[in-house]
């Protein structure tokens, strides 16, 4: 069975520029969860979806936003982007939102310029 | 506020030196406490859940325990493909789902043959 795929693996972008990154669940999982990764803050929590809707959502701000599609893929976009975004992106996926486990991607490498 | 502290933030091992790992946690409400293991470039690999207190789980050279204010990973015998950053994360109450988790800033365990 294919685990979480992500992409792309590594993006360059530039500050003021938007990036829209994709997470394909692994098959038969309807929840997705998008997660921050940095050295300072670690691991923090952006954003849940389930049935194309978004159940919850983190502590930042309205330049991060995202999506899921009927088919469970899930893509999150930043706009305006800051140097602060440079991060690793990572999406996880569970069967349903009361799962006990979450499976996550290798990740979306973002550094901002 | 919520919150999950881990220690030490590094720990270095000689080979079959058995060792503990901490999480403290401080959270209205425990829904379910997690262990995940990340390798350098990867996400994060899921180890354990433990959902109340003098729970415990093993795999391997792993065992999880928790109380009502923290959770240990000990690690007996670990051998060098232990090494790693071990991740503790809690899933409050208020959460709803399981997206909602609270990810210390993980222990960088290494070990040397």
């Known amino acids: 069975k294919a685990g979480v795929t992500q992409t792309p693996r590594y993006l360059i972008k530039t500050r003021g520029q938007q990036v829209t990154l994709s997470c394909s669940p692994i098959s038969g999982h309807r929840s997705v969860s998008w997660y921050q990764q940095t050295p300072g803050q670690g691991l923090q929590f952006l954003f849940e979806?389930?049935?194309?809707?978004?159940?919850n959502k983190g502590n930042f701000p309205g330049r991060f936003s995202g999506r899921q599609f009927s088919n469970s893929r899930s893509e999150m976009n930043v706009s305006t982007l800051e140097l602060g975004d440079s991060a690793l992106y990572l999406c996880?996926?569970?069967?349903?939102?009361?799962?006990?486990?979450?499976?996550f991607g290798p990740g979306t490498r973002l550094l901002v310029l | 506020e919520d919150q999950v502290t881990q220690s030490p933030e590094a720990l270095r091992l000689q080979e079959g030196e058995s060792s503990s790992l901490n999480c403290s946690y401080t959270?209205?409400?425990?829904?379910?406490l997690f262990w995940y293991r990340q390798d350098p470039g990867k996400g994060p690999e899921f180890l354990f859940t433990?959902?109340?207190a003098g729970e415990e789980k093993e795999k391997e050279r792993l065992k999880a325990t928790l109380t009502k204010k923290e959770s240990f990973l000990h690690i007996t015998a670990p051998k060098p493909e232990d090494s790693a950053t071990y991740l503790c994360?809690?899933?409050?109450?208020?959460?709803?789902?399981?997206?909602?988790?609270?990810f210390g800033k993980g222990t960088k365990l290494s070990v040397k043959p």
């Open positions: 996880a996926s569970s069967l349903d939102p009361g799962s006990e486990t979450q499976y």
């Open positions: 959270v209205s409400g425990l829904r379910g």
């Open positions: 994360a809690v899933h409050p109450n208020y959460g709803g789902s399981q997206g909602n988790l609270i």
């Open positions: 433990l959902y109340s």
């Open positions: 979806y389930f049935s194309e809707t978004q159940r």
